[in-house]
T-cell receptor
Framework: QKEVEQNSGPLSVPEGAIASLNCTYS??????FFWYRQYSGKSPELIMS????GDKEDGRFTAQLNKASQYVSLLIRDSQPSDSATYLC??????????FGSGTKLNVKP | EAGVAQSPRYKIIEKRQSVAFWCNPI?????LYWYQQILGQGPKLLIQ????????DSQLPKDRFSAERLKGVDSTLKIQPAKLEDSAVYLC??????????????????FGPGTRLTVL
């Protein structure tokens, strides 16, 4: 059973703060990890991908991967109200199979 | 390049009726996915195609759901007969797709806009 766990939230942060979103996964065979943002009523859009241990930065977003702990996180610096959405963690397995967490709802308060 | 196309965007049907959804992936993408997303949950894979072959349909309720991908391009997902619990958003996604193994470092999964199904 390939489990991808996320705290459903909502996670509330003030504008300008750092939002920290976490995800754990059960299968050590996973190699690729993705964060998707999903606005209400919209489909998921990719914001970050990470494949190796450590940090990967892209603008205000930083993805962190720790394979030993089976943990991947997303940090959003200088959070904006437009960042308010549900963030989905996805884990990819052989043969391009993706498994998604249930998502964490983020609210950024002006 | 054009994104993943889906139609219809919304559908309302009575239980026990049938419904069909259509998806056209990004041009050249070999792998196509259908997901079901129930409100408050993450997408759940229903079926995955590699070209016109099925890679995984282990979570497809085969007594009522069917899917095909003729000629390895566009795909249809059908529900017959529909149940109340089928109310969800049906997402189609595609990847460039290798013949097997893990995604290339720059590959990713692109989603269509989804079809919101309401079963009354």
């Amino acid at each position: 059973q390939k489990e991808v766990e996320q705290n459903s939230g909502p996670l509330s942060v003030p504008e300008g703060a750092i939002a920290s979103l976490n995800c754990t996964y059960s299968d050590r065979g996973s190699q690729s990890f993705f964060w998707y943002r999903q606005y209400s009523g919209k489909s998921p859009e990719l914001i970050m991908s990470i494949y190796s241990n450590g940090d990967k930065e892209d603008g205000r977003f930083t993805a962190q991967l720790n394979k030993a702990s089976q943990y991947v996180s997303l940090l959003i610096r200088d959070s904006q109200p437009s960042d308010s959405a549900t963030y989905l963690c996805a884990v990819a397995f052989p043969f391009n199979k993706f498994y998604f967490g249930s998502g964490t709802k983020l609210n950024v308060k002006p | 390049e054009a994104g993943v196309a889906q139609s219809p965007r919304y559908k309302i049907i009575e239980k026990r009726q049938s419904v069909a959804f259509w998806c056209n992936p990004i041009s050249g993408h070999a792998t196509l996915y259908w997901y079901q997303q129930i409100l408050g949950q993450g997408p759940k894979l229903l079926i995955q195609f590699q070209n016109n072959g099925v890679v995984d349909d282990s979570q497809l309720p085969k007594d009522r759901f069917s899917a095909e991908r003729l000629k390895g391009v566009d795909s249809t997902l059908k529900i017959q007969p529909a149940k109340l619990e089928d109310s969800a958003v049906y997402l189609c996604a595609s990847t460039r797709g290798a013949s097997g193994g893990y995604l290339a470092a720059t590959d990713t999964q692109y989603f269509g806009p989804g079809t919101r199904l309401t079963v009354l």
